[in-house]
């Protein structure tokens, strides 16, 4: 059965597709914009137009026939039922170059998500300064003071599991995770992987695919 969410019953593969539709909506609103079609809105999101239509009735939300969508009131329903319009305290743990540059991405603010503590467990990092952010050690991290909703794992493999393991001992319930490895937490804790290695096997499959066909062509 499809996972839904607890608010409103909207389905999982909806909640996937509704942040392409914000960034869609936000662009155009920096226009000057203030109405949108489903068209053009599944044309800039990369969807069909019914699957949009489909979409954002399951929020609540028709467009005016002939008219479209007020951009600024869709775009408000999209966030509440993502949950941007709360506070979204965020942890990220491994000071690499992906931990840093993730420290540095003004995106996640705009997003309701606020880098409140940064972690590390090399001696050498502990105490320096990122972003305006001194990077601590999970021993000195205290959830009661600094409270956090989000943790991002930006650690190698062989840490990675610790670290999950560290996060849910503090009470954190949502992990966005960077490392290689399949993360075993506990019911209620919800992971989100992002496998850079899998997404670039995957666009390295269908050029393959690509070259294939054009060889093909070109023997026929």
């Given at each position: 059965?499809?996972?839904?969410?607890?608010?409103?019953?909207?389905?999982?593969?909806?909640?996937?597709r509704?942040?392409?539709?914000?960034?869609?909506?936000?662009?155009?609103?920096?226009?000057?914009?203030t109405?949108i079609?489903s068209?053009?809105?599944?044309?800039?999101?990369?969807?069909?137009?019914?699957?949009?239509?489909?979409?954002?009735?399951?929020?609540?939300?028709?467009?005016?026939?002939?008219?479209?969508?007020?951009?600024?009131?869709?775009?408000?329903?999209i966030?509440?039922?993502?949950?941007?319009?709360?506070?979204?305290?965020?942890?990220?743990?491994?000071?690499?170059?992906?931990?840093?540059?993730?420290?540095?991405?003004?995106?996640?603010?705009?997003?309701?998500?606020?880098?409140?503590?940064?972690?590390?467990?090399d001696?050498?990092?502990?105490?320096?300064?990122?972003h305006?952010?001194?990077?601590?050690?999970?021993?000195?991290?205290?959830?009661?003071?600094?409270?956090?909703?989000?943790?991002?794992?930006?650690?190698?493999?062989?840490?990675?599991?610790?670290?999950?393991?560290?996060?849910?001992?503090?009470?954190?319930?949502?992990?966005?995770?960077?490392?290689?490895?399949?993360?075993?937490?506990?019911?209620?804790?919800?992971?989100r992987?992002?496998?850079?290695?899998?997404?670039?096997?995957?666009?390295?499959?269908?050029?393959?695919?690509?070259r294939?066909?054009?060889?093909?062509?070109?023997?026929?």
């Open positions: 059965m499809m996972a839904e969410s607890a608010r409103r019953g909207v389905p999982e593969a909806t909640v996937g509704l942040p392409g539709y914000l960034r869609v909506l936000t662009e155009v609103d920096e226009c000057g914009r109405l079609s068209d053009e809105l599944a044309q800039l999101a990369g969807v069909r137009s019914a699957q949009v239509r489909k979409d954002l009735s399951a929020l609540g939300s028709y467009g005016v026939r002939g008219v479209g969508y007020d951009i600024t009131r869709l775009s408000d329903q966030a509440a039922e993502l949950g941007l319009s709360n506070d979204h305290p965020l942890v990220i743990v491994g000071m690499g170059n992906l931990g840093r540059a993730l420290a540095s991405y003004s995106g996640l603010a705009t997003r309701g998500f606020r880098v409140v503590a940064l972690v590390d467990n001696p050498a990092v502990v105490g320096t300064d990122v305006g952010l001194t990077v601590r050690s999970f021993d000195t991290f205290d959830p009661q003071r600094t409270p956090v909703a989000v943790g991002v794992i930006a650690t190698p493999l062989a840490a990675a599991q610790s670290v999950a393991d560290k996060l849910v001992e503090l009470g954190v319930h949502s992990i966005l995770n960077f490392a290689p490895a399949v993360l075993r937490v506990p019911a209620g804790v919800h992971v992987a992002v496998d850079l290695a899998t997404e670039l096997a995957i666009l390295a499959f269908h050029a393959h695919q690509q294939l066909a054009q060889v093909r062509e070109d023997v026929g």
